[in-house]
């Protein structure tokens, strides 16, 4: 084969790709509409899509995956660095050289019969110094048409990706076609490999074709990979929305936030604001990279260019934004096709439709057992066709964080809100983040499970070195510079197991007692956790909570906490003596601080 564009570099591993891969031909991506459309139309006529009704949803598609590559792998999830010191005891580790062996084999002639796209692409604004490019090879169309939708890509970013500084994205979904084979509506295969070598910045995708185990910008790249290069050169690569918050006086600040996989981070990032005069907007729903500006603050951009959001759950009530977002150029994977060819999935609409076919191709009825759209269905969207993007959203400088919080879906003990005491304080509030389990990855829903800075799937390396590393961040500026960390919990219950809080977008008045918080316009009240808001400073009495509930939104059960501290002392014991001194500290402090209430 022979590959070629002005990058050697480029040419050489792409033509090395081919040798091994085998496919039947290249396509180098130009990243145009016409492109676009080419690929879906194919896609139509192999089965894999289906077009919606263009009256009802122009330019959009359905498409139903294979039942066994629904979500992320996690177990099928590796970091390969030479020392398995550097993976650390929450990832995944194999030799890079053993690994590499087993994927040659798996890879070779893994495209027979298909065709090999060469995917360019820029993770953030082209030429911003935040950003990064990389190349992703793939044999599904599926894919290149979800890149186009999620990153910058094709003709333009070639002219940004120099020498062989790249970040290498292979990915097969590891089904050749032999001569005369028909393709299957989703191609996958039963054994699956989500590689990371991140010493030199590339990824080895084979058998899935679904979400960010295929389209590599996202978890693969902009966090795995990310995160390790942000380690070594001073920035952060984190799993965090961004908003801005807008006051009724007009000013504005930026927050991001750090919540685990479908715990509402795309809701929160498109609040509709009940309170008169404040009002949110978007930057970004999935991937926060920040760096220092000249200034000495935190600058963050969102390196993607679309929403790969949990459907199901979504509505005109619960997050109208998004509702708005995908009314055109979308695409719905795993969702209910209705009869009229619109989607449709659980909690869209408190009507439900007669019939559906639903996510598993069966007749589907209101009242069978069989859920409409898998609980990890999505939709993937144009950000730019969200009506509130931020106008900085594509800022190449980023925009300024004030804000930090950390979230995740707890039941019990975690109040509403509280504020750390500073860096190091808030680091360890990160680093106690644990939150019952969606079906965002494989694997037993509702358990509690650890999830530090909602990194645990996606930290390349020891996350015992990445609380370091976000300790020595603190260190990196002024204190009053950087942005206040804060802990939310929108999804404690009270004994009768209901939510005793809202949510969506009442939200709000969480974020405004945080925004005053920052201008020091805000009352707090020290508590053994961190500062919670003083009573009267958040507002909930014209909302429908009884008082009862209302303190229990805030109440700290000394025993719920010190059970707490038992299975954070538990979890950083996983770290072995990396753990850093600091957090050790603060989880001492916290106890000593718990035992006098
Ligand atoms: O990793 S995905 O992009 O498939 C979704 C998620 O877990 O947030
Ligand atoms: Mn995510």
Known sequence: ??????????????????????????????????????????????????????????????????????????????????????????????????MKTKLTSLFNGCMKGRTMYVIPFSMGPLGSKISYTGVQITDSPYVVCSMKIMTRMGKEVMKFIEGSKFVKCLHSVGKPLNHGDKDAKWSCNEEKYIVHFPEEKSIWSFGSGYGGNALL?????????????????????????????????????????????????????????????????????????????????????????????????????????????????????????????????????????????????????????????????????????????????????GVPISVILFGGRREKTIPLVYEAFNWQHGTFLGSIIASEKTAAADGELGKLRHDPFAMLPFCGYNMADYFNHWLSIGKLTDAKKLPKIFSVNWFRKNSEGKYLWPGFGDNIRVLKWIFERIDDDAAAVESPIGYLPYPKALKVDDLDISPQDRDELFYIDKNEWLNETISIERFYSTFGNKIPNQLIEELGALKNRLSIL
């Not at 066994?68 to 550097?86: G, K, L, Q, S």
């Not at 005891?89 to 050289?97: E, H």
């Not at 950000?383 to 931020?390: G, I, T």
Request: with cysteine; aromatic share 10%; glycine share 6%.
């Open 1 to 98: 084969m022979n590959f070629s564009t002005n990058n050697a570099h480029l040419n050489q591993w792409v033509n090395q790709l081919f040798d091994l891969c085998k496919p039947d031909s290249i396509h180098l991506c130009d990243g145009s509409d016409d492109e676009y459309n080419i690929l879906a139309s194919l896609l139509v006529k192999t089965g894999t899509f289906i077009k919606l009704n263009e009256d009802k949803r122009p330019n959009s598609y359905y498409c139903q995956s294979d039942p066994t590559d629904v979500a992320r792998v996690e177990d099928r999830t590796f970091i390969c660095t030479d020392n398995p010191e550097d993976a650390g005891p929450t990832n995944n580790w194999m030799n890079p050289d053993e």
């Open 217 to 397: 910008g996202k978890k693969c790249f902009a966090l795995r990979i990310a995160s390790y290069l942000a380690k070594k050169e001073g920035w952060l690569a984190e799993h965090m929305l961004i908003l801005a918050v807008t006051n009724p006086k007009g000013e504005k600040k930026y927050f991001a936030g750090a919540f685990p996989s479908a715990c509402g981070k795309t809701n929160l990032a498109m609040l509709t604001s009940t309170i008169p005069g404040w009002n949110v907007e978007t930057v970004g729903d999935d991937i926060a990279w920040m760096k220092f500006g000249d200034d000495g603050r935190l600058y963050a951009v969102n390196p993607e260019t679309g929403f790969f959001g949990v459907a199901p759950g979504t509505s005109i009530d619960t997050n109208p934004n998004a509702m708005l977002s995908m009314r055109q150029n979308s695409i719905f994977t795993n969702v209910a096709l209705t009869q009229g060819g619109d989607v449709w999935w659980e909690g869209m609409t408190k009507q439900e439709p007669d019939e559906l076919i639903n996510w598993l191709n069966h007749k589907w009825m209101p009242g069978v057992k069989e859920r409409a759209a898998h609980p990890n269905s999505r939709y993937t969207v144009p950000a730019k066709q969200c009506p509130v993007m931020d106008p900085e959203w594509e800022n190449p400088a």
